[in-house]
């Protein structure tokens, strides 16, 4: 499967605790971004890498969210001292960058619950 | 001024109705305008998308008319299926790549 590809795809965790989640683009995209869904609305864009570089980030992002991609592959997203309002369904998505192609593809997605 | 309006809320057709899915948008920096189908529990996937200088896009029974100076686009369904009942989203790209999506709307399509 050459899509993008998410772990976990669920998570469940206790109030208060760390959670770390990871995302695999789309072999050779330059862009990755992170979205968050919660139930019955539309993905709500959190942040995005061109390469390893952060380019932008939502004012949803708070101080406890963090989001990496060290190496220009794959990224990973980590909420320190989680809260029940964190609960949704977190979002990668992946496209080629260029300048002809506006394509973001997702994955799958990791659903927290925090309880 | 970011927002992207979708309508209806939800929608219920027949089997070969066509059902269409309106959004309109403000902002004129949006330069690509996309629509996705969500499956519950799944990720969204990429159906058709347009960029502002083409007014109409037919991909097989997809097709998406772009009215730019109304700022409004939709999504028309040709011949709708079972299969089609899902949740679609229109979205609207900001320079950079970051989408803005509308709120939604649940399709039904009855056997």
């Known amino acids: 499967d050459t899509g993008v590809s998410q772990n976990p795809r669920h998570k469940i965790t206790k109030r208060g605790q760390n959670v770390t989640f990871r995302c695999d683009p789309i072999s050779e995209h330059n862009r990755l971004y992170w979205y968050r869904q919660t139930l019955g609305q539309g993905p709500e864009f959190l942040t995005y890498f061109q390469n390893e570089a952060q380019l932008e980030k939502s004012r949803l992002l708070s101080d406890r969210f963090s989001a990496e991609r060290p190496k220009g592959s794959f990224s990973t997203l980590e909420i320190q001292r989680t809260e029940q309002g964190d609960s949704a369904m977190y979002l990668c998505a992946s496209s080629p960058g260029t300048f002809t192609s506006n394509e973001q593809f997702f994955g799958p997605g990791t659903r927290l619950t925090v309880l | 001024q970011q927002q992207v309006k979708q309508s209806p809320q939800s929608l219920i057709v027949q089997k070969g109705g066509i059902p269409i899915i309106n959004c309109a948008y403000e902002n004129t920096a949006f330069d690509y305008f996309p629509w996705y189908q969500q499956f519950p529990g799944k990720g969204p996937a990429l159906l058709i998308a347009?960029?502002?200088?083409?007014s109409e896009k037919k991909e097989g029974r997809f097709t998406i008319s772009f009215n730019k100076s109304a700022k409004q686009f939709s999504l028309h369904i040709m011949d709708s299926q079972p299969g089609d009942s899902a949740t679609y989203f229109c979205a609207s790209k900001l320079q950079g790549g970051k989408l803005i999506f509308g709120q939604g709307t649940e399709l039904s399509v009855k056997p």
């Open positions: 347009i960029r502002p200088d083409v």
